[in-house]
């Protein structure tokens, strides 16, 4: 497990001039990850599955879930989805990925639509896992999705929390802080055209609290058997945290 990185969360941008960004920077999105990951975030989506082992007939939540990537990435993976429904705040996001799962004729299964993380339009008990992956940072309140995606768990379901992180590591981390600041903004800036949207990345990443004060979060709204899962050499971290079983 990482080591709690000190440097305290930002303050939030305003949820309407974020999705608006995720809007701008949509036509490009799946490349520009692929590109700026060197497609580590379709290993690190895929090795979500592994949390879900021995968990049959999902019902998943997926937030943020922008063009669907991380739904169909555990459907690649082997992961036993009933249902799965994609909910954001981008409807240019949302339009692509609404078009991806149509073409690999997903439609039945997997439904995206317009919706926050705070304020999840579910009841109770609702899914079985819930996922959000490189989302998380940029919600407005995160303590607040945090207890809206333990509220829609059944009990004993499973949250699944991939986030970009800082590495522990000080050559590590200083090389990965230097791409972030320096190599980051310039590349997605190139790609998509908007590089402020890429240099609100890098100080997102750096700011957004990770390792074990990530976990204190997820404690704090109510999961249980919380654990860490750093990846490549620290860069992302996958969070589980499980809702707590019926008495």
């Given at each position: 497990m990482?080591?709690?990185?000190?440097?305290?969360?930002?303050s939030?941008?305003a949820?309407?001039?974020?999705?608006?960004?995720?809007?701008?920077i949509?036509?490009?999105y799946d490349?520009?990850?692929?590109v700026?990951s060197g497609?580590?975030?379709v290993a690190?989506r895929?090795r979500?599955a592994?949390?879900?082992?021995g968990?049959s007939?999902?019902?998943?939540l997926?937030?943020?879930?922008g063009?669907?990537?991380?739904i169909?990435?555990l459907?690649?993976a082997?992961a036993d989805?009933?249902?799965?429904?994609?909910?954001?705040m981008?409807?240019e996001?949302?339009?692509?990925?609404?078009?991806?799962?149509r073409?690999?004729g997903?439609?039945?299964?997997?439904?995206l639509r317009?919706?926050?993380?705070?304020q999840?339009?579910f009841?109770d008990?609702?899914?079985d896992?819930?996922t959000?992956?490189?989302?998380?940072?940029?919600?407005?309140?995160?303590?607040?999705?945090?207890?809206?995606?333990?509220r829609?768990?059944r009990?004993?379901?499973?949250?699944?929390?991939?986030?970009?992180?800082?590495?522990?590591?000080t050559?590590v981390r200083?090389?990965?802080?230097?791409?972030?600041?320096?190599?980051?903004?310039?590349?997605?800036?190139v790609?998509?055209g908007?590089?402020?949207?890429?240099r609100?990345l890098n100080?997102t990443?750096?700011?957004?609290?990770?390792?074990e004060?990530?976990?204190?979060?997820?404690?704090e709204?109510?999961f249980v058997?919380?654990?860490?899962?750093?990846l490549?050499?620290g860069v992302?971290t996958?969070?589980?945290?499980?809702a707590?079983?019926?008495a």
């Open positions: 990482t080591t709690p990185d000190p440097t305290p969360a930002p939030p941008a949820p309407e001039s974020v999705w608006r960004m995720f809007d701008r949509a036509p490009r490349l520009l990850n692929r700026l497609r580590r975030d690190w895929r979500m592994d949390d879900l082992r968990r007939a999902l019902r998943l997926d937030l943020a879930t063009t669907g990537d991380q169909l990435h459907l690649d082997g989805l009933a249902s799965a429904v994609g909910i954001d981008s409807e996001m949302l339009a692509r990925g609404r078009e991806k799962v073409q690999r997903l439609a039945a299964r997997v439904d317009a919706g926050d993380a705070t999840v339009s009841p008990a609702s899914f896992a819930v959000i992956s490189f989302g998380i940072r940029n919600v407005g309140d995160v303590p607040l999705a945090l207890r809206e995606m333990r829609v768990l009990p004993g379901g499973r949250a699944l929390i991939l986030e970009f992180s800082l590495p522990t590591r050559l200083a090389g990965y802080v230097f791409y972030l600041r320096h190599l980051l903004p310039g590349i997605g800036g790609v998509s908007d590089s402020s949207a890429y609100y100080r990443i750096e700011a957004f609290p990770s390792g004060a990530f976990c204190a979060l997820m404690r709204a109510g058997q919380v654990a860490a899962q750093p490549t050499l992302a996958i969070y589980r945290g499980d707590p079983s019926s």
